[in-house]
């Protein structure tokens, strides 16, 4: 095998490699299984995913963007005791514990995307940033997934 050859199958190999590593801050936070679901026709959706804080010190998820959006925000999802679902924004974040785990999951915590400028399908990918109060920013693109 060419130099050429052997150079661009090893830029390759990298390229599909790296797309499947999770996203990572410097400082430890990483970003696991994200997805996003959006109802044909709806102008809001969601985003979900798994927060991992490898460092021993507290963090928080305190915004998200994209520019797929006019809005993205953290919200809670939760049952009131008389059986009626509320939704409301998370305006301080969300708590990421030392060496924790923060899951946002379908009926609790999310990302809601309102205002959508596009109405994306099943297996695009969003580019979201998520900014955390220590970490800083993470960008990663979130696969449309509407049947999770």
């Known amino acids: 095998m060419t130099l050429l050859r052997r150079t661009l199958l090893a830029a390759i190999t990298a390229s599909f490699g790296l797309a499947l590593l999770p996203a990572t801050a410097e400082d430890g936070i990483v970003v696991l299984d994200a997805y996003a679901r959006f109802l044909p026709g709806a102008k809001a959706g ?82 979201v940033t998520l900014t955390f109060r220590n970490a800083g920013t993470i960008t990663l693109e979130v696969p449309v997934n509407n049947n999770r």
């Open 46 to 127: 969601a985003i979900y995913l798994t927060i991992e804080n490898r460092t021993g010190v507290e963090d928080r998820l305190i915004a998200a963007q994209t520019d797929l959006a006019d809005m993205a925000e953290l919200h809670r999802s939760a049952m009131t005791a008389d059986g009626m679902m509320t939704m409301e924004p998370l305006s301080d974040g969300l708590p990421v514990g030392a060496s924790g785990q923060t899951v946002l999951a379908t009926g609790g915590d999310h990302i809601m995307v309102m205002g959508l400028r596009a109405h994306p399908a099943d297996g695009d990918l969003i580019p």
